[in-house]
């Protein structure tokens, strides 16, 4: 049962088409046409919509950009649903509308049911729906990377528990390792560095400064220098406001305010207002008398010692020789010793560290080889299911003598971690070299795909891993973009028959150029031109009855209306037919 469905793609401005509605279904969709018609666009376009690398030069000339639309048929509770609902998407019953925009410039915009969203978000959603193969991932099946990626997904969890904590292991040496390398190679600079520390601390504690010490000793500075001035004002003040012992006829703004007192209060109890005032006379009276009181203690407690101004300067100077190297103000000073006595710390603890580090890395380095051994156990076992599995599908892809196997090898390295007694090379992965190996024919020695498999050899093994895939880790929609390139006759026979049983677990979309592959399909869409070279909206077709025929004639032998092809291509279908 198909869990989401591909329904329909419309394409505007992108290469060779204009204006052009893709309706899928579910089963096998075949897209044919001439070479040039733009059948691989229907593939640039779902690879746009699922994530794919934007491209200016997809724009059409004279467009101002590219869009692509689909309409996809997500049930509820579906891997693909779920993630579109958390990043805000509506889904329209059971239907998730995505659109991929492209500018002339090579900007690139995505939407997802209705909401804006980057582009990864897509290519997320991708993995859950759709497998996308053209001619460029045969090419990445040579890489010894992909086929240990191909391997390890293959065998699921027996290989992902494993290989997740050898990540884990791994990281986590990297990290002590490149740890250690700074600690040991910049012994020189870090001791230099200590002492620099070392230095300045020992400085700042012999002069023990304390928090704010500097502004209490500006002030005390700014005082003790005016002391005169200071001394005579406030006298003066004292004066005017408490009176002149010397000068008992003076008149001082106490005994003026007291008098006023005395005059309102005779009168207070005949107006409230007066004696309100009265009232404030009289807390005037009050406050001078403090104030006086304050001044005549300021003058007694001012110091004009010289002594005293001279310490206070020497100390001044003292914190101004700090606040000169290690901050704007004691304050600043203070933080600085505070860092750097931490890091003194660190740093004198290098020794202790080395060893520290030097221990865990020698544990993560045994742990690491027991689980590339685990890891590599995993993979052996899985190896030869997973070889067993597209061996016998290449059988039914007219390769019966055909055997695949794997070779998982290492490579010896000093530096490397010790695995079966062996001191061998690892890297991210594990230890392994996986390397996929295929013997076309019986007696033929198994040789590695990218130097013993031809081009039609190489379509039918990664079809074959594909179909051993759609068994162990399926998705709902498979699309192949020339799978059976270099293929011909009963290999491109049985290749359409493979898909069309693929098609019976999943959606499969095939552009092919091949009328063996093309019959087998559910639904044949035609892709063609029009006289000014562009696809339109209707330049997408779906065959029926004698269409297909026409079509199928075509591409047998390049005449639409030869009886001999239109009998041939009649023989194909109704094989299928029977087939299916």
Known sequence: MVVSVLEEMRIRSLGVIDDAVVELSP?????????????????????????GRADAALVRIGARNAVVEGRIAVPDGSPAGVRAEEAGAELDEGTLLVSRTVSAEGRSRAHLGGRSVPVGLLAELADDLVAVHGQSDQQGLLKLSRQRQALDRYAGYAVAVPLGKYAEAYKRLRAVTAELEEITTRARERAQEADLLRFGLEEIAAVEPRAGEDTELAEEAERLGHAEALASAAAVAHAALAGNPEDPEGVDAGTLVAGAQRALEAVRAHDPALAALTDRIGEIGILLRDVAGELAGYADDLDADPLRLA????????????????GEDVAEVL??????????????GDDE???????ERDGLRFELGALAQELSEARTEAAERFAAAVTEELASLAM????????????????????????????????DEVELLLAPHPGAPPRPIAKGASGGELSRVMLAVEVVFAGTDPVPTYLFDEVDAGVGGKAAVEIGRRLARLAKKAQVVVVTHLPQVAAFADRQLLVEKTNDGSVTRS?????EGEDRVRELSRMLAGQEDSETARAHAEELLAAARADA
């Open 335 to 348: 933080v600085w010793a505070e860092r750097s006595a931490a890091r003194l710390t660190e740093l004198e």
């Open 353 to 359: 560290r080395i060893g520290e580090l030097t221990a």
């Open 539 to 543: 330049g997408v077709k779906v065959l």
């Open 311 to 326: 310490a206070v300067e020497e100390r001044r100077a003292a914190l101004t020789a700090l606040t000169r190297k290690y």
């Open 27 to 51: 089963g096998f969709t075949a897209v044919t046409g001439e070479t040039g018609a733009g059948k691989t666009m229907v593939v640039t376009s779902l690879g746009l919509l699922l994530g």
């Open 400 to 431: 019966p003598h055909a055997r695949v196997s794997f070779d998982i090898r290492q490579t010896e390295d000093p530096d490397g971690v010790e695995v079966n007694g062996r001191t061998v090379a690892y890297g991210p992965a594990g230890v």
